[in-house]
């Protein structure tokens, strides 16, 4: 997922509090404070440590959400995406440009530190993404933890990852395929609010969509300028540009507006507008769905982040806890 970026924080507990189960797809549930004895300090260091970063540059906070979702989508929630190695996730064309590595080494060596061999790094990664969320003005959940991490790492298995290319339908069964629904889908796409994509990644949709040589009808004519002025033909194909224009250092609900709008830059996220089936739920989302209930953003990301973070978990024997996140041990 490309990834996009006040409110108040809004403070909720997703898991029915401290101890709370988490059911997942895993044989055992991940339990909020899973840590409190074994490393109580856990979440105040990834924390302190996603903020220093955040500070040196604000590009981390969404780069590691994109880094979660990413992880998550490829053998589950299992920090394979943090493995180096000649064919691992990272060489993947979709992961080629994620960022933010460094912070979940840098967090993971001081864990180390204060409790060895005890926090994964996929639990890490998991925290550190909720962070990345608060830093960006965006809601706060409870993380559950105790998540193992994986050994394998390849860049074969990246096929399923969410294109920009990929129509409504497409979108729907890889997310359906991970025991995600629509609403789901929908929300979670919504962290676009924060982050940049790449010119290469729409300039198909402004000088020769369908192979026709014109621009995307479904373009706002009025936004349509500004951006080819940012992509021009044969231009810088990796020139970042932002996935929720003028408003992507906050996690609000402008991304949604701008679909509404037409503004979508991404050709998949448009499409969440036009399609009958999701429009609806993007409707909710703004809170002007009509006779249906509004969702609230705030909240609904962060219930389905819980239940993202629980696809495939592996627990107890499953797996290991990693020394440095980059190689298993």
């Known amino acids: 997922?490309?990834?996009g970026l006040g409110w108040l924080i809004f403070l909720f507990v997703l898991a029915a509090g401290e101890g709370a189960q988490v059911d997942g797809n895993s044989t055992t549930a991940l339990t909020v404070g899973f840590y409190?004895?074994?490393?109580?300090e856990v979440e105040s260091i990834v924390r302190a440590t996603m903020e220093a970063h955040f500070a040196s540059n604000s590009r981390v906070a969404p780069g590691i959400l994109r880094m979660f979702f990413h992880d998550c989508f490829v053998?589950?929630?299992?920090?394979?995406?943090?493995?180096d190695g000649p064919s691992s996730e990272k060489t993947a064309p979709p992961n080629r440009n994620l960022r933010g590595f460094e912070a979940i080494e840098e967090a993971k060596a001081q864990l180390e530190s204060a409790c060895p061999g005890v926090v994964s790094c996929a639990d890490i990664l998991a925290l550190a993404?909720?962070?990345a969320v608060i830093l960006t003005n965006g809601p706060r959940w409870s993380v559950p933890t105790g998540r193992r991490d994986g050994l394998i790492s390849l860049a074969s298995e990246t096929a399923n990852l969410p294109s920009f290319l990929d129509s409504v339908e497409t979108q729907k069964q890889k997310f359906s395929d991970k025991g995600l629904n629509l609403q789901d889908m929908v929300t979670l796409v919504g962290g676009h609010t924060i982050g940049t994509t790449a010119c290469q990644f729409l300039s198909h949709r402004l000088y020769n969509f369908n192979k026709t040589s014109k621009a995307d009808p479904s373009i706002n004519p009025s936004f349509l300028p500004r951006l080819k002025a940012l992509c021009p033909p044969n231009g810088d194909a990796v020139r970042r540009v932002e996935l929720d224009t003028d408003?992507?250092?906050?996690f609000d609900t402008s991304y949604f507006s701008n679909l509404k709008n037409s503004r979508g830059v991404l050709a998949s996220d448009q499409l969440l507008w036009n399609d009958n089936s999701t429009k609806p739920i993007v409707r909710q989302l703004l809170g002007v769905g009509g006779p249906s209930p509004a969702i609230n953003f705030n909240m609904e990301f962060g219930n389905a982040m819980v239940k993202m973070?629980?696809?495939q978990v592996k627990t107890g024997a499953g797996g290991e806890i990693r020394?440095?996140?980059?190689?298993?041990?």
């Open 75 to 83: 053998r589950g929630c299992d920090g394979s995406v943090l493995l």
């Open 247 to 250: 408003s992507s250092a906050v």
């Open 129 to 131: 993404a909720r962070d």
């Open 36 to 40: 409190d004895r074994s490393c109580p």
């Open 1 to 3: 997922m490309t990834s």
């Open 309 to 311: 973070g629980a696809i």
């Open 323 to 329: 020394k440095i996140c980059s190689a298993p041990n």
